[in-house]
């Protein structure tokens, strides 16, 4: 079928043949299984994928750039639309390079608290990703039981922050809220009940004839692939290279708690699958140790800098200076002193970093978020080369990438 040049813009959503066999289908954006507004344009031979161009841009809302438009506080709750599933681990990555800009140093309970919460969030993230990637693939009862769990762990992080999807959990400069009598109780309760859950997945899973076939040696990735494409997390310890930043450049508490870093060697999509479910398990493992670690911390949750940090709500309400130092910093923002820095942190889907640039005012002078799914979703031009349409899903499905942080 020959279109005209000037007609092509109106059939750029239809399918076309091209010569023979060879076709060119549009997967998306409003497909289910792209996880968001994705279009993968596919030049197909047969059922064979030739060629892969991804098309993002449908959810851009200019984030980095409205950040060096608002004060350094103000754009927290921004950070929770990117990867919108993972909101405090975003929000973490954020308040951690403004802290560092400023040189702050964070109290034994913050940084206790603020792994607590990062770690429920990284199982609600694998609960979903688990969830979402077994119903593309036809697993139904898996996706209901993920989705009963994950509302476990977004009831203890509500009962935190108030918020169960997009957290706006974190402070520059600590915590402002302190855990509630029975968190802790709470929390291993949930560890003692899921532990038993992730059996439960791998028992539907682990050896179902359907599900190997589907995973097993499809979209394979190679240690130097995933290297030259920038891969991180879960995408690059599937292919056998044993990096998480938790390890190799650590920050809050991580190096004081014990934790294993899980790595497959085939590279595919069930090597991914397996890497998940071991996280799973070592999350549990670290929120076990910081119960303990809790209890004996001290009671302070901020750190004392009247320059960049509100004093406490107690304080604001009885000290006049208390109230003036916080009216300053609400109105005008803080003043990070002159300078640039990046920090980066192991989301539950892999580098996240944030990079900033401080002219010395209230605003970034320039912020870039590294997110790993805009390079997962990259590499997609060529790990789907090869591969077959009905495979297409599934790999989409085991790269775990999230639209909300590749349209920033």
């Given at each position: 079928?020959?279109?005209?040049?000037?007609?092509?813009?109106?059939?750029?959503?239809?399918?076309?043949?091209?010569?023979?066999?060879?076709?060119?289908?549009?997967?998306?954006?409003?497909?289910?299984?792209?996880?968001?507004?994705?279009?993968?344009?596919?030049?197909?031979?047969?059922?064979?994928?030739?060629?892969?161009?991804?098309?993002?841009?449908?959810?851009?809302?200019?984030?980095?750039?409205?950040?060096?438009?608002?004060?350094?506080?103000?754009?927290?709750?921004?950070?929770?639309?990117?990867?919108?599933?993972?909101?405090?681990?975003?929000?973490?990555?954020?308040?951690?390079c403004v802290e560092k800009l400023c040189?702050?140093?964070?109290?034994?309970?913050?940084?206790?608290i603020r792994m607590m919460i990062l770690?429920?969030?990284?199982?609600?993230?694998?609960?979903?990703?688990?969830?979402?990637?077994?119903?593309?693939?036809?697993?139904?009862?898996?996706?209901?039981?993920?989705?009963?769990?994950?509302?476990?762990?977004?009831?203890?992080?509500?009962?935190?922050?108030?918020?169960?999807?997009?957290?706006?959990?974190?402070?520059?400069?600590?915590?402002?809220?302190?855990?509630?009598?029975?968190?802790?109780?709470?929390?291993?309760?949930?560890?003692?009940?899921?532990?038993?859950?992730?059996?439960?997945?791998?028992?539907?899973?682990?050896?179902?004839?359907?599900?190997?076939?589907?995973?097993?040696?499809?979209?394979?990735?190679?240690?130097?692939?995933?290297?030259?494409?920038?891969c991180s997390g879960v995408m690059l310890?599937?292919?056998?290279?044993?990096?998480?930043?938790?390890?190799?450049?650590?920050?809050?508490?991580?190096?004081?708690?014990?934790?294993?870093?899980?790595?497959?060697?085939?590279?595919?999509?069930?090597?991914?699958?397996?890497?998940?479910?071991?996280?799973?398990?070592?999350?549990?493992?670290?929120?076990?140790?910081?119960?303990?670690?809790?209890?004996?911390?001290?009671?302070?949750?901020?750190?004392?800098?009247?320059?960049?940090?509100?004093?406490?709500?107690?304080?604001?309400?009885?000290?006049?200076?208390?109230?003036?130092?916080?009216?300053?910093?609400?109105?005008?923002?803080?003043?990070?002193?002159?300078?640039?820095?990046?920090?980066?942190?192991?989301?539950?889907?892999?580098?996240?970093?944030?990079?900033?640039?401080?002219?010395?005012?209230?605003?970034?002078?320039?912020?870039?978020?590294?997110?790993?799914?805009?390079?997962?979703?990259?590499?997609?031009?060529?790990?789907?080369?090869?591969?077959?349409?009905?495979?297409?899903?599934?790999?989409?499905?085991?790269?775990?990438?999230?639209?909300?942080?590749?349209?920033?």
């Amino acid at each position: 079928m020959q279109i005209p040049s000037k007609l092509k813009p109106y059939y750029e959503n239809i399918a076309f043949e091209k010569e023979g066999s060879q076709m060119i289908i549009n997967l998306g954006p409003q497909h289910p299984s792209s996880h968001g507004n994705l279009r993968l344009c596919l030049e197909l031979d047969g059922e064979k994928v030739t060629k892969c161009t991804p098309m993002i841009g449908y959810m851009h809302r200019g984030m980095e750039k409205m950040a060096e438009n608002m004060i350094y506080q103000e754009f927290i709750p921004t950070t929770d639309r990117m990867d919108y599933v993972a909101a405090s681990a975003n929000n973490y990555a954020y308040v951690a390079c403004v802290e560092k800009l400023c040189g702050l140093k964070i109290p034994r309970r913050a940084q206790i608290i603020r792994m607590m919460i990062l770690e429920l969030n990284r199982i609600a993230s694998h609960l979903l990703w688990l969830a979402t990637h077994a119903l593309d693939i036809g697993a139904m009862t898996v996706f209901l039981y993920c989705f009963r769990e994950r509302e476990y762990v977004m009831d203890l992080i509500e009962m935190y922050c108030g918020a169960r999807l997009t957290h706006s959990s974190m402070r520059i400069g600590g915590c402002y809220l302190d855990l509630p009598d029975d968190y802790c109780t709470k929390v291993l309760a949930f560890c003692d009940k899921f532990i038993n859950d992730i059996k439960d997945y791998e028992t539907l899973l682990d050896d179902n004839r359907i599900w190997r076939l589907r995973t097993e040696g499809v979209g394979v990735v190679s240690a130097d692939n995933a290297l030259n494409w920038g891969c991180s997390g879960v995408m690059l310890r599937g292919s056998g290279v044993k990096w998480d930043i938790r390890k190799e450049e650590p920050y809050l508490l991580y190096d004081e708690v014990q934790f294993e870093i899980p790595v497959a060697k085939a590279g595919d999509s069930y090597a991914r699958y397996k890497c998940y479910m071991e996280e799973f398990r070592q999350s549990l493992k670290i929120l076990r140790q910081l119960v303990p670690m809790y209890k004996e911390s001290s009671p302070e949750l901020l750190c004392n800098d009247k320059e960049f940090v509100s004093a406490s709500k107690e304080q604001i309400l009885t000290q006049n200076y208390s109230l003036m130092q916080h009216f300053v910093l609400i109105t005008q923002g803080l003043r990070p002193p002159k300078g640039d820095c990046y920090v980066p942190t192991e989301s539950p889907k892999g580098e996240l970093g944030y990079f900033i640039k401080s002219d010395g005012s209230t605003r970034p002078y320039r912020l870039k978020a590294r997110t790993p799914s805009f390079w997962h979703c990259a590499f997609y031009e060529e790990l789907l080369v090869g591969t077959y349409i009905a495979d297409v899903v599934a790999i989409m499905g085991s790269t775990n990438i999230v639209l909300g942080e590749i349209d920033r």
